[in-house]
């Protein structure tokens, strides 16, 4: 056994380390955090004094029980989590649950897992960082209150099945206001002017108007009264100007970068750059600071001199700007800068490329340019064209590296022909295009990170788990919006001659932009009416900077929460007993047959339309919306066509092909079976044809593969991949199985696999008191206590029974019974 024990948060960093340190070192992972609040209560002292109730999860109980037998054969434990606030509480939690001994333990951080640093925090040891731990404390606490309290007041109040949280639904609200902002877009009209022309020496370029016309009119009399115009250089002017590089990534900036040059969404960005620096490549991920350490400046620069030439080298420091920036260490940077490229994967390796170009990049010299301003004049009106050209005099930083940019709509400056002042220039044609002013655009996932780090919301660590909670709760959807095709008039001059024309374009369109959903719509309307202050952007940012402050040791976290709950709990139950339910009902017209009232609304699964009223004495008639429908868009004459549902479409083998809606959406329904409507596809305009390929399609799918203990096995692919279904046992298989070929060993193995994991998998422990539940087969579980064993029901979930409740069962299931009084017969 070594004398040393070093925990680390995740194998892959185990495994990099663990190459560093000498024989006496051992290197073990505890996979994250080991304890959290409980899953299924607020875990919160909230009548005393809010101190969390932190427990060993079910699954993580073989590793602490692990941990702990090395911990107590080692001489020093070493808690080598990361450096950030989350990372702190990992090891606070670990010398918690270990029970460790301050003398023999010791914490060390580091930036980069390379052989320099380790050793470097191996001689630099320190104690765990209290404020750090109750800054996360802080965090957790008060989301989980704001999360427990406010998702059971949307299950009465809206649906079931709902979540709130103090980020996830500010950032809801961000994506639902910038949606209501494009609806609510007037656009104006107005006529560009763009002229292209042909040099002395027959060279083209183009120059425009530098403001538009107003009107149609304007526009046209423009034209007209340049026919027969001699045009020339009235002016040309050139300026040497510079452009400097980008300050090394933060975690947001390489979130940003990522998803313009890469398309990488967030999620995936932090995948790819946890795993580079596990693997020792790159810096901490997480963080807000654009500092490079000495050492890196220096291998920088050494870098540039031998690969570019000293011209390009030109050391500079960055200094921070996001606000309540707290994660104090260094910029996302390689760790070694003469790596240029790497080979693990091809999104990690396109990663890091990214990070060595940015970050060289920005120890590099200024760009040198020679920027050129053309005045063109003309001698029948007083309005100057103008042209600007730009021309790279000395790369500088650009040889390597140019940051992307949000703006689709920036023109960039392009080279010019050689003009000189006076030039006679000749206009191939003058174009006067209709334009309309731009509505917002919509949020990408990088744009969302930037607006929320603007806005002081979240922190690194937050943005990725942020933006996917809010698509997989289904409040965003990455939306496909068709966009609707728009007439506009362009008026060309040409050889003398005004024509005028008219062209068709799409706008509106979009592709993989944030789109709130009904169910999104109506959460955020909600909880903005009756929670405002929760959902408040400056509400957020100022907890935000209580963090910090608590981070900082200057504030007392539990005061900060007892002082929020106070005025937080009451609006809660004010709101849960008084506010109105929530169903973002929308009156559309009335049903021409009935008379009775057609309504948009959210119902029960999902969102629906509606003929009728609740309280007539016939009940109201419902119909699912369909495809891209939302209850914001549906019109009256869509409602209607809902409701010629279910409709006979034809015979197939003699039976009936009906054409329905129902809870879980549109279906075909063939005698007994219940065949879906792929999404996207319109049951309206479903045909027999295509109805017969849907019913063959489920029948092949629904078709046993195998038999194994006189069991059907089925096969199909859910939102989770492939998988095989046997005896209501749904199992996943893995990529190292060929789905398409299967053969009956592969099923048995991957049974029987599933089985002993089931049967194999404690879920409780308590040696000391000599009780175990373990996981039994089809579902059920055991107590067992001793000779006594007890067999719980399948609707009692074994994972959250508690030691006191399981002592409870065992009582009542052993307790002896009275005898029955004899009765006796009266003489």
């Known amino acids: 056994m070594a004398k040393n024990l070093v925990i680390v948060e995740s194998p892959a960093k185990a495994k990099t380390i663990e190459k560093f340190l000498g024989k006496d070192y051992q290197v073990e992972s505890s996979f994250g955090h080991i304890a959290d609040l409980p899953s299924n209560e607020i875990g919160i002292n909230v009548d005393g004094d809010f101190l969390p109730n932190y427990e060993v999860s079910t699954d993580k109980k073989a590793v602490v029980k692990k941990l702990k037998s090395l911990a107590k054969k080692a001489d020093t434990v070493w808690l080598a989590s990361d450096e950030d606030r989350e990372g702190e509480a990992i090891a606070w939690h670990l010398f918690e649950q270990l029970k460790l001994k301050d003398d023999a333990t010791k914490r ?27 800054a996360q404390q802080a965090r957790r606490v008060l989301d989980r209150l704001v999360g427990y309290k406010l998702s059971p007041v949307l299950w009465r109040k809206v649906k079931g099945g709902l979540s709130a949280g103090r980020v996830q639904s500010v950032a809801v609200r961000l994506i639902v206001e910038r949606e209501r902002s494009i609806e609510a877009f007037k656009p ?9 022309f042909l040099s002395e020496d027959g060279k083209k370029f183009r120059a425009t108007l530098p403001s538009n016309f107003k009107t149609k009119k304007e526009a046209s009399d423009f034209l007209n009264s340049c026919i027969d115009a001699d045009f020339k250089i009235a002016d040309l002017q050139k300026k040497p100007a510079k452009k400097s590089p980008a300050a090394p990534f933060t975690t947001s900036t390489l979130q940003q970068e990522a998803a313009r040059k890469l398309y990488f969404p967030v999620a995936k960005t932090m995948m790819m750059a946890q795993r ?14 654009v500092n490079l350490s000495d050492d890196a400046k220096n291998n920088a620069q050494e870098e540039i001199i031998s690969s570019y030439g000293e011209e390009y080298s030109h050391p500079r420091n960055f200094s921070t700007k996001s606000k309540g920036a707290q994660e104090a260490h260094e910029a996302i940077r390689p760790t070694n800068m003469s790596t240029h490229t790497v080979s693990v994967d091809y999104d990690q390796d396109r990663l890091y490329d990214l ?25 029948n009106n007083k309005k100057i064209f103008t042209a ?57 996932e990088a744009s969302l990170v930037k607006q929320l780090e603007e806005l002081g919301i979240g922190r690194p660590s937050t943005y990725a788990p942020t933006i996917s909670t809010i698509q997989r709760r289904e409040y965003i959807v990455k939306g496909t919006v068709e966009g609707v095709e728009r007439n506009y008039c362009q008026l060309e001059l040409s050889n003398g001659i005004v024509e005028d024309k008219t062209l068709t374009e799409k706008v509106g369109a979009d592709k993989g932009k944030l789109v709130p959903t009904d169910i999104g719509n109506i959460v955020n309307d909600f909880l903005v009416a009756n929670f405002s202050g929760v959902l408040d952007f400056g509400f957020t940012a100022k907890v935000e900077n209580e963090f910090d402050e608590i981070a900082a040791g200057k ?15 009451p609006l809660v139950e004010d709101v849960s007993q008084n506010a109105s339910r929530a169903t973002g009902e929308r009156l559309l017209g009335v049903d021409p047959e009935s008379g009775k009232n057609v309504y948009a609304r959210l119902g029960r699964f999902g969102a629906m339309v509606q003929i009728g009223e609740a309280t007539d004495e016939e009940k109201p008639r419902f119909a699912s919306l369909q495809g891209e429908q939302t209850l914001t868009s549906i019109t009256y004459e869509e409602a209607l066509e809902l409701f010629k549902l279910p409709k006979t479409i034809g015979t197939y083998e003699d039976i009936d092909v009906i ?63 492939p998988f095989i279904k046997w005896n209501s046992m749904f199992i996943n298989v893995n990529k190292k199985y060929d789905f398409d070929n299967l053969t009956f060993d592969n099923i048995v193995e991957l049974i029987e696999d599933k089985k002993r994991k089931e049967i194999e998998k404690v879920i409780h422990n308590w040696e000391e008191e000599g009780i175990r539940v373990e996981k039994a087969r089809w579902g059920r579980s055991n107590i067992l206590k001793g000779k006594t064993k007890i067999e719980l029901p399948k609707t009692v979930d074994a994972a959250k029974l508690t030691l006191e409740e399981v002592k409870g069962i065992i009582e009542k299931n052993t307790k002896k019974k009275k005898p029955a009084k004899r009765k006796t017969k009266k003489k």
């Open 388 to 444: 600007n050209g730009e021309m790279i005099k000395f790369e500088g930083f650009l040889k390597v590296y140019l940051e992307g940019n949000d703006n689709e709509d920036e023109e960039q400056a392009g080279m010019l022909p050689n003009l000189k002042i006076g030039e006679t220039v000749t206009d191939n044609f003058i174009t006067a295009t209709e334009r309309y002013t731009k509505a917002p655009y919509r949020f990408t």
């Open 555 to 569: 504030e007392d976290w539990i005061s900060m929460i007892k002082e929020f709950y106070g005025t937080f709990n």
């Open 276 to 289: 580079l620096y596990e693997a020792g490549l790159i810096t901490y991920m997480r963080t807000d600071s």
């Open 108 to 134: 060390i951080v580091f930036h980069e897992i390379t052989k320099k640093a380790i050793l470097k925090a191996v001689e630099n040891p320190r104690a765990i960082d209290y404020n750090l731990v109750n």
């Open 659 to 721: 054409v329905a809606n129902g809870r879980f959406g549109p279906y075909v329904k063939f005698d007994t079976m219940y065949v879906s409507i792929p999404r996207g596809e319109n049951p309206m305009t479903i045909d027999l044809d295509r109805s017969i390929e849907l019913i063959e399609e489920k029948r092949e799918a629904d078709a046993p593969v195998a038999e194994y203990e006189n069991l059907p096995v089925q096969k199909g692919v859910g939102r989770f991949g």
């Open 355 to 379: 990070i060595w170009k940015r970050t060289v990049a920005s120890q590099m010299s200024d760009a040198q340019l020679e920027r050129t301003n053309v005045r063109v004049s003309n001698s």
């Open 188 to 196: 104006v009209e107005s006529y560009k002017v763009v002229a292209e």
